[in-house]
């Protein structure tokens, strides 16, 4: 069990790296670093069953630092890859990593799909001690050359059963092959479907288990409310909904591309500024709309399911799905975007008369039944 009151400096971490932690504003680590941080620290191989939001980030990130910043070369060479299924999710974590490394003399970058190659491919030219990448860029950069794995010594798969749901299985197979034999891996995932743990056996090597926040005691800290209300109601209720002054920070969700543009126009209508943010905007306008949002330029962010995963803004006060998900851990996903690293938050979800099965299995997944809203 974790303790009580633990706190970053019992971990084994290097002052560089204490320091950092301090400059993120954490004050203690949470449960998945007290648990993951030490045996990583040793060298030994790590299963985590995290999803976002339990600092898994860092689980992974703060060891790896120490262990590249312990054998410093002149020139830098590739020694860790950290592998993650979307582009937000690569260029969070690199984000978490120039934050942890700044006292530390290492490279790292990141790669991933949807924009131009060039200046990652000069970037990684120029030398890396750490990358961060999605399966698709990396395999291409692979084939043409300009990544080689062979000095890889710390290995870290990132929502592996994220990479399942996206279909990329077979390109991580790809990506591990072309690893090293001996080097430290860690793996993480939110859920533990056969397919993943069988995979987990296959590149890990006698590991130390870590699971932790099961989803519904992530889940409790959310107030959940659901709206009956018709298919042809729903706008009117969400414009309603969002011009309650201390709705503030609202993340909408919405099954499909089409229906989020269709949100957006509707709330621009209603002269509520939002942006959407799918797989059909190009990577700039949905670094953008992501920016505005977590600076606080704009309150409302619609957003699909995959464009949404794993997004990491602090302080979403409000998730609303506009569409309940037919698939009810997408449920718990979503309104994980609230109630971050322990805060509170609230999520509502409006059911049409052809959603009310969703409802149910929702129900059946989180264990709880979600109040009615009057
Ligand atoms: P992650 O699960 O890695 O996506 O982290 C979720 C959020 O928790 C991020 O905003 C992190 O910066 C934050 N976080 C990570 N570790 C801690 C900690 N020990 N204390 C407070 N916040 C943290």
Redesign the pocket.
């Known amino acids: 069990m974790p303790e009580e009151h633990p706190t970053f400096d019992g971990l084994g971490l290097i002052p560089e790296l204490l320091s950092a ?1 301090k400059r ?1 504003g ?5 449960p998945i ?1 007290q648990l993951a941080i030490p045996p990583a620290l040793a060298g030994r191989d790590v299963l985590g069953c995290a999803q ?7 689980t992974f990130a703060l060891p790896l630092l120490q262990h590249l910043d312990a054998l410093v070369s002149n020139k830098p060479r590739l020694r860790a890859l950290v592998l993650t299924p979307t582009r937000e999710l690569a260029a969070q974590i690199s984000d ?1 990593i120039t934050t942890y490394g700044e006292d530390l003399n290492l490279w790292h970058t990141v790669i991933f799909g949807g924009v131009s190659d060039k200046p990652q491919i000069a970037e990684l030219r120029r030398g890396v001690d750490l990358l961060v990448a999605t399966p698709g860029r990396l395999l291409d950069l692979m084939s043409r050359g300009v990544v080689r794995l062979d000095d890889v010594e710390l290995f870290v798969l990132d929502e592996a059963d994220r990479m399942l749901d996206m279909g990329f299985l077979p390109d991580v197979r790809r990506i591990t092959k072309a690893l090293p034999k001996d080097r430290q891996t860690m793996f993480f995932s939110a859920t533990m479907p056969p397919q993943i743990r069988r995979l987990a056996e296959g590149l890990l090597d006698r590991p130390v288990s870590v699971a932790v926040a099961p989803i519904s005691s992530t889940v409790d800290l959310i107030e959940q409310k659901v709206f009956f209300v018709k298919k042809a109601d729903k706008r009117k209720l969400l414009v309603d909904l969002l011009g309650d002054p201390e709705v503030e920070h609202t993340l909408v969700f919405s099954r499909t591309k089409h229906g989020a543009n269709r949100i957006v126009r509707q709330l621009d209508k209603a002269g509520i500024a939002a942006e959407a943010i799918h797989s059909n905007k190009s990577q700039g306008a949905r670094t953008r709309a992501l920016d505005a949002f977590r600076k606080g330029d704009l309150s409302v962010l619609v957003a699909t399911d995959i464009a949404a995963r794993g997004i ?1 803004v ?1 302080g979403v006060t409000h998730v609303i799905n506009f569409d309940l998900p037919n698939v009810p851990e997408t449920y718990v996903h979503r309104i994980g975007r609230t109630a ?2 322990g805060a509170s938050g609230t999520a509502w979800s409006f059911c049409d008369a052809e959603e009310r099965s969703h409802l149910a299995s929702i129900e059946k997944l989180i264990d709880k039944r979600i109040r009615r809203a009057k």
Not at 26 to 30: D, G
Not at 52 to 58: D, E
């Open positions: 932690t993120a954490y004050e203690r680590p949470t670093q976002t939001g339990t600092g898994k980030t860092a978490s990491d602090d971050r690293a």
